[in-house]
C-alpha cells in the first residue's frame, strides 16, 4: 500500500508543474510526443545539422521514449530465481533498461527493434490529459509437479491472475513513467501454497538544459522467499523492500558526471514460528552515494567508472542467538562499457569489487566481485536477443554468516513470425554464496513460451517452465515443470 501511494502523491505533483516546463521542441534523448514520432525525413535534417556526429550512433537506443523506464530490468535474476519466488518479467523490460544506459545521450528515435511481442494487439493506452494509461490483465491456468517450489513439493493444478498498469508522459520535456504489477497463484488442492508478488515503480527524469539532467526514482516490492532458501524458516517467509533514489547528470566536455543518492529499505516477515512476527534480525537500510563518469565522445564504445560508499543499518543491534552486530560501512569500485553499436547491439558490461566492513569483529568481512550488464541484440526485425548479468549483496542473520552474494546471468531469444504470433525461449542461472558459513545454492530455469493475438485486445498464451535447485544443505534439492495458458487481455 505505501508504495501504491507514493505513486498517487507522485503524480498528483507533477500534474501541478507548470505547463511551459512541458512544451519544448525535443527532450534531451530526441523523442516527440508519441502521437507524433519522428519520421525519416527529420531524421534526416538532424543528421544534416550535426555533421560532427558519428553515424554509426543515428539509432543506437532503438524504443527511447516509447518503452516505460519504471519497467526497466537492469542486470539479471537469472529469470526470477534469486532466492525469491518470481514470475519471469517481460521481454521488453530488458530493452527499457539498454535504453537508458548512458547518461544524456544525442540520439534519434528508431522503432525497427523487435520488442518481443505481438504488434497485432499492440496496446493504444487511455488518454489521460498529459498521460497514457495501459492497463493489462492475464489470467491463466496450469498444472505443475510441485506446486510449493520444495523438496517435498506434490503435483496439482493452480491458476495465476496477472494485472499490470503502466502509466507514462506524454510530455514534450521530462519523463515521468509509473509501473504497477502483480501476480496471485492459487492452488486448488494446496491453498497453503497460494503465492503472492507485487512491484510498483515510479521514475522521475528532469531535462533541465541539454547538458544537465535530474532523475528520481520510489519503488516498492513484494515477494515471498523460496522455500528452499537458507534463509526460509518453517513458515513461508516474505520479503518487503522499499528504495529511492535522487541522481543528477552534468555534461562536461567528453565527459559526464552522475552523483546520486539512494536508500533500500528491507523487511522480512514470517507465517511460521510466533504467528506472523517480524524477522527483525535481518531487517535492514542500506544507504548509498555514487559518484559516476562517463565518456562524452561520441564513440561506439565509451569506458565509464563509478565509486560508491555504502553503509548499511540493522534494526536489531543484536541479529542472531549469538548478538553478532552486523552493521557495516563499506564501498564499490565499478568500471565497464557502454556499447552503441547502431541498432544491432546496445547495452553496457561493468565490473568491479564490493565489500562491507561488519562491525563485529567476529563475522569476515562481505566483500566480493561485482559483475553487471545488460545487452539486446537485434539480428534481423523479427529477431531479438537480449542478455543481462547481475550481482546482489543480500544480508542475513544465520549464526556465523555475514551475508551472501547473488551472481545471476539469462539469456533470452524472442522472434516473431508474424504480427500476430510470437515465440519466446530463455536461459537463466542464479549462484548464491555465503561468507562466513558451507551454504551454496544454485537454481537453473528454462523456459518457452508462445503468444498469439487472437483480435485487437486479446491473445492467447501458452508456457512451459523448468527450474531445478540444488543446495549444499541436505534435503533441499528440488525440481520444477510446469505448463501454463491463458488468455492476455490489454487496451
Known amino acids: 500500500m505505501r508504495g501504491i501511494l507514493l505513486l498517487i502523491i507522485c503524480s498528483a505533483f507533477l500534474q501541478a508543474m507548470p505547463a511551459a516546463a512541458q512544451t519544448a521542441a525535443s527532450d534531451l534523448r530526441g523523442a516527440r510526443d508519441p502521437q507524433d514520432p519522428l519520421s525519416a525525413e527529420d531524421a534526416e535534417g538532424a543528421a544534416e545539422q550535426n555533421p560532427t556526429r558519428n553515424p554509426t550512433q543515428a539509432d543506437i537506443y532503438p524504443l527511447r521514449g516509447t518503452l516505460n523506464s519504471a519497467e526497466a530490468e537492469t542486470g539479471s535474476t537469472g529469470l526470477g530465481t534469486n532466492g525469491r519466488a518470481q514470475s519471469v518479467r517481460p521481454f521488453s523490460d530488458r530493452l527499457a533498461a539498454v535504453n537508458r544506459a548512458v547518461p544524456l545521450p544525442e540520439t534519434l528515435v528508431d522503432t525497427t527493434v523487435f520488442d518481443g511481442d505481438t ?12 498521460f497514457t494509461l495501459t492497463p493489462q490483465l492475464t489470467l491463466s491456468s496450469g498444472w505443475t509437479d510441485n506446486t510449493s517450489q520444495s523438496a517435498n513439493g506434490t503435483s496439482g493444478g493452480f491458476y495465476r491472475l496477472s494485472p499490470d498498469v503502466a502509466l507514462t508522459s506524454g510530455w514534450s520535456r521530462h519523463q515521468l513513467d509509473m509501473s504497477l504489477r502483480g501476480s496471485y497463484t492459487g492452488y486448488p488442492d494446496s491453498p497453503d501454497d497460494d503465492d503472492t508478488s507485487v512491484a510498483a515503480a515510479a521514475n522521475l527524469r528532469l531535462d533541465i538544459s541539454e547538458a544537465t539532467q535530474m532523475n528520481g526514482g520510489l ?197 516473431a513470425f508474424s504480427d500476430r504470433f510470437v515465440a519466446e525461449s530463455g536461459f537463466g542461472y542464479s549462484y548464491r554464496t555465503y561468507q562466513g558459513v558451507s551454504i551454496e545454492e544454485s537454481t537453473l530455469t528454462g523456459f518457452s513460451g508462445l503468444t498469439f493475438a487472437l483480435t485487437r485486445n486479446v491473445a492467447l498464451t501458452a508456457d512451459y517452465t523448468h527450474r531445478r535447485f540444488d543446495s549444499s544443505q541436505a534435503g533441499s534439492d528440488y525440481s520444477e515443470n510446469a505448463v501454463e495458458a491463458g488468455l492476455r487481455f490489454r487496451h
Do not use: M
Not at 504488434?119 to 498529459?130: T, V
Open 119 to 130: 504488434s497485432f494487439d499492440a496496446a493504444e493506452g487511455i488518454r489521460l490529459g498529459s
Open 219 to 415: 519503488a516498492y516490492a513484494y515477494s515471498r522467499e523460496d522455500d528452499g532458501s537458507a534463509e526460509s524458516s518453517s513458515g513461508t517467509d516474505h520479503v518487503q523492500t522499499l528504495s529511492g533514489s535522487l541522481g543528477a547528470t552534468r555534461a562536461i566536455g567528453l565527459v559526464a558526471a552522475t552523483a546520486s543518492v539512494g536508500a533500500d529499505r528491507n523487511i522480512y516477515t514470517s507465517d511460521g514460528g510466533s504467528g506472523g512476527s517480524t524477522e527483525s534480525g535481518r531487517d535492514n537500510t542500506l544507504y548509498s552515494t555514487s559518484l559516476r563518469l562517463d565518456g562524452n565522445a561520441g564513440g561506439v564504445l565509451s569506458p565509464f567508472v563509478e565509486g560508491s560508499l555504502l553503509l548499511r543499518r540493522y534494526d536489531q543491534s543484536c541479529s542472531d542467538s549469538l548478538c553478532e552486530k552486523r552493521d557495516a560501512n563499506g564501498y564499490q569500485l565499478r568500471g565497464g562499457l557502454t556499447v552503441a553499436s547502431g541498432p544491432k547491439i546496445t547495452g553496457e558490461l561493468g565490473a568491479g569489487w564490493r565489500i562491507e566492513d561488519i562491525e563485529d569483529s567476529r563475522l569476515d568481512n562481505l566483500s566480493g566481485l561485482v559483475v553487471d550488464g545488460s545487452l539486446v541484440w537485434s539480428p534481423s526485425r523479427l529477431t531479438t536477443v537480449t542478455a543481462g548479468l547481475g550481482t546482489s549483496f543480500e544480508a542475513t542473520d544465520i549464526n556465523g554468516a555475514s551475508g551472501s552474494i547473488i551472481y545471476s546471468g539469462d539469456i533470452r531469444l524472442a522472434h
